[in-house]
């Protein structure tokens, strides 16, 4: 099969560019009618004229051929130098900074040739990129060939090959698929004019793909051969293989973070998930960069995947690969209406209060375990054929797990709680999202502001010895006082099947919305010991509760709102951790008298303990899973505060 489009005299090789465009939208348009070509785009190119590269151009002649058209191999026009060795054909590469699809069957290997007018024609402006590079790990250095990168008409320069498995063999068993298809392999020449590239070649770079990604750099001064071949199909799988391969001399066009996720579960409710990324810079707020992070349209997009979804399995790498095997997608066109699961926007909320994307993930299916992986499209604002890293970008999966019980809501972007990003109580049938964040919102602003009255008689803004405190002032008081509000008064909300020994239950004795049980009645009478460092007194009430007597299992902290208002049933919580008490009590005059409760006088039922290896124990602003252990744990001087010295004063929220 042919198309009208494929042949150019060396005359029309200029044109190139924009006659691929053409053939492109015939292979989309052949496609819709052949339904072998279901994801495939394949260009192969007549390989007539190829040895002698260089002098003749020919082999910019396109022909579009169709899978398994035998006509590909043997159809070659009359006149035309029959092709030796293992490769049947050359292909060539179609344009810098172009992707090259292509379907490639099992034990198949490709050959591929990038012209020297390509390695000589001058480079792509590249745009001025993200406002500063995000996620780089500050010790890597930058790769010494990038010196090179625009020293166009030099004898050599580096070139950057890169690949993307776009499909892959699918598993055709009926039993559970634990690993993925076999891996492609990259060469290339590591000389010029070197056609000898592929399973049986010398003087090359040979890469397995990894997860579907792979890239090579060499230096190169000419016509250059890279090879794709595919292994033999173990059994179990059935297919072929489609792949996109690229070539500039200005940049990767495909690229992988191959350590770094650089996105964090917030949390995530029975039927969505919060994530966000690590911070795009660590500059001040009042730099350029801070504000220009912010104004920017979210630039990363986020692909994810049902765990179950074993599809993506060996292409966890590439960008192809999740835009055709994802569950879940959210990029920059959804946002102008399209509808997604995926919500996104800039934020400066969490530690550190530096800019971040925020991708709310909505659609999801409960009790599930699902990945996600962060992704660029092309450089963020542009991408296919003609940009630089127009390919794209993934970063490492992220895994997380949707919650079983309807109890548990997400909520975030609260106006006056603005760092509360997680799960709290809920139900349905009293309060849907918006009036959940409505009651949540009153109650704490207006807690709020009658400690702001209080705080207003002290004498803050004064002279250094008036002052109460010569380190501290009345502002660290207010911060410390609303972080402290915030995450006691909305309590942290985690399945009452979550068997984690750290949470707390709560509401044991309330129905369920749908007036379903997970109790059985005689649980709620056995003993519970709320206080398990109180002093073993004889007779002593913190020895003779049960579930459902004990105010710590029977009500919820807040009870105003949550046990009388919301009624949300039994829920765990994830207390909030000891050192918002202790810091606030630091924070502010000891006139306000703030205190905290000791062990065994009710510190445990309202306060958690941070982990120290990394893993979300107990409930802070900012909070989010897999954070290095080290950068969890608040300023140290907050932990050092000792608990004798601290007045013991009832709090109204304990
Ligand atoms: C590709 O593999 C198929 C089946 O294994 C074979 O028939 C065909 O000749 C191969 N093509 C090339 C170019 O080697
Ligand atoms: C992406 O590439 C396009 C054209 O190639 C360029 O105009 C744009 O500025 C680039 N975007 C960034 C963020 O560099
Ligand atoms: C896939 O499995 C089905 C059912 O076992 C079988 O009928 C079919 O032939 C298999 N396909 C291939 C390509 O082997
Ligand atoms: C491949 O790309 C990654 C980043 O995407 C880079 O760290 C690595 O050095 C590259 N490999 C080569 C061989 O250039
Ligand atoms: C996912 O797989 C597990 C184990 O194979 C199974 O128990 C569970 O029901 C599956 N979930 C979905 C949503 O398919
Ligand atoms: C969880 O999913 C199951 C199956 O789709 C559904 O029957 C159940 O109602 C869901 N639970 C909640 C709380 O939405
Ligand atoms: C939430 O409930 C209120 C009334 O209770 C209603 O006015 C509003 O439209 C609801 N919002 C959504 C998003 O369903
Ligand atoms: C929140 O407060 C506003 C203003 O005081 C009031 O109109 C609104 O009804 C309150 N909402 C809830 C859910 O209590
Ligand atoms: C103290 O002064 C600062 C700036 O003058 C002001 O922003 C702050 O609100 C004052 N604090 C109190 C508690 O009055
Ligand atoms: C739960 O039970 C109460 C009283 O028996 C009933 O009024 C209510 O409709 C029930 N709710 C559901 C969701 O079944
Ligand atoms: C436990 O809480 C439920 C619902 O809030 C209430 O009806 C019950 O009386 C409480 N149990 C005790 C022993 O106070
Ligand atoms: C981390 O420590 C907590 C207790 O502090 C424990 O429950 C949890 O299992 C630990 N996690 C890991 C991954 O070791």
């Not at 099992?106 to 993200?130: A, D, I, K, Q």
């Amino acid at each position: 099969m042919r198309f009208p489009c494929a042949k150019l005299t060396p005359l029309q090789s200029r044109f190139v560019a924009s006659f691929s465009a053409l053939c492109l939208l015939g292979i989309v348009y052949w496609s819709l009618s052949n339904p072998h070509f279901a994801y495939a785009a394949e260009l192969a190119v007549d390989g007539s004229g190829q040895a002698r590269s260089g002098e003749d151009h020919n082999w910019h002649r396109i022909e579009q051929s169709r899978l398994h058209d035998d006509e590909v191999e043997d159809g070659s026009e009359a006149g035309e130098v029959p092709l030796l060795g293992r490769a049947a054909a050359v292909t060539a590469i179609s344009a810098n900074n172009a992707p090259n699809q292509l379907n490639i069957q099992p034990g198949n290997t490709t050959l591929w040739v990038y012209s020297n007018e390509l390695f000589t024609s001058p480079s792509t402006p590249t745009g001025p990129g993200l406002p500063s590079d995000p996620g780089v790990k500050r010790h890597v250095e930058p790769m010494h060939h990038d010196l090179k990168r625009r020293q166009d008409g030099a004898q050599t320069k580096t070139i950057y090959v890169s690949i993307n498995t776009c499909v892959q063999p699918t598993w055709n068993e009926t039993s559970l698929q634990t690993v993925g298809p076999p891996q492609l392999t990259l060469y290339v020449s590591s000389e010029a004019n070197n056609d000898a590239v592929g399973p049986d070649g010398t003087s090359q770079v040979v890469q397995t793909l990894s997860e579907g990604f792979a890239n090579v750099s060499v230096t190169a001064s000419g016509t250059w051969y890279i090879a794709v071949s595919a292994p033999a199909l173990p059994s179990g799988f059935v297919g072929v293989w489609n792949y996109e391969l690229a070539v500039s001399h200005d940049a990767y066009y495909h690229s992988a973070d191959e350590s770094d996720a650089f996105l964090f579960q917030v949390d995530t409710d029975f039927e969505s998930a919060l994530l966000v990324t690590g911070d795009l810079t660590q500059q001040k707020p009042s730099t350029a960069t801070f504000q220009q992070w912010l104004d920017l349209s979210p630039p990363f997009s986020i692909f994810a995947a049902n765990v179950n979804d074993t599809s993506i399995l060996g292409m966890q790498n590439s960008y192809c690969g999740w835009s055709n095997k994802h569950q879940v997608a959210g990029s920059q066109l959804d946002l102008n209406g399209t509808k997604s699961g995926v919500q996104m926007s800039m934020i400066t909320r969490g530690l550190g209060s530096k800019p971040k994307e925020q991708f709310y993930v909505t659609n999801l299916d409960n009790s599930s375990s699902y990945i996600g992986v962060l992704a660029q499209s092309g450089n963020s604002t542009n991408s296919g054929a003609g940009v630089v890293g127009g390919g794209g970008k993934i970063w490492q999966p992220v895994p997380w797990q949707t919650k079983t019980d309807g109890n548990c809501a997400l909520m975030f972007d609260l106006p006056f709680c603005s760092d509360v990003a997680y799960a709290v109580p809920s139900n349905p049938q009293t309060y849907n999202i918006t009036g959940l964040r409505e009651v949540f919102d009153n109650y704490t602003s207006v807690s709020y502001q009658q400690f702001a009255y209080s705080l207003q008689q002290i004498p803050c803004n004064t002279t250094s010895d008036a002052q109460y405190s010569n380190v501290k002032t009345c502002d660290d008081c207010a911060a410390a006082y609303k972080q402290w509000l915030c995450a006691v008064s909305i309590p942290r909300c985690e399945d009452f099947t979550n068997p984690a020994t750290y949470l707390q239950k709560r509401n044991m004795g309330q129905v369920y919305f749908n007036n379903q049980s997970y109790i059985s009645p005689d649980i709620l009478t056995q003993p519970y010991i709320p206080m398990s460092r109180a002093p073993t007194l004889q007779g002593s009430p913190a020895y003779s509760q049960t579930y459902n007597t004990s105010l710590a299992t029977n009500s919820s902290r807040n009870t105003a709102i949550i046990d009388s208002l919301i009624m949300p049933g039994p829920y765990n919580e994830l207390l909030p951790c000891e050192d918002l008490c202790y810091s606030l009590v630091q924070s502010c005059p000891s006139s306000l008298g703030f205190g905290c409760p000791y062990p065994g006088r009710g510190l445990e039922a309202g306060y958690g303990v941070r982990s120290t290896n990394g893993s979300l124990t107990c409930s802070y602003l900012g909070a989010v899973y897999s954070l290095n252990a080290a950068t969890d744990l608040v300023a140290p001087v907050f932990r050092a505060v000792s608990l004798a010295a601290l007045v013991m004063v009832g709090l109204g929220v304990v």
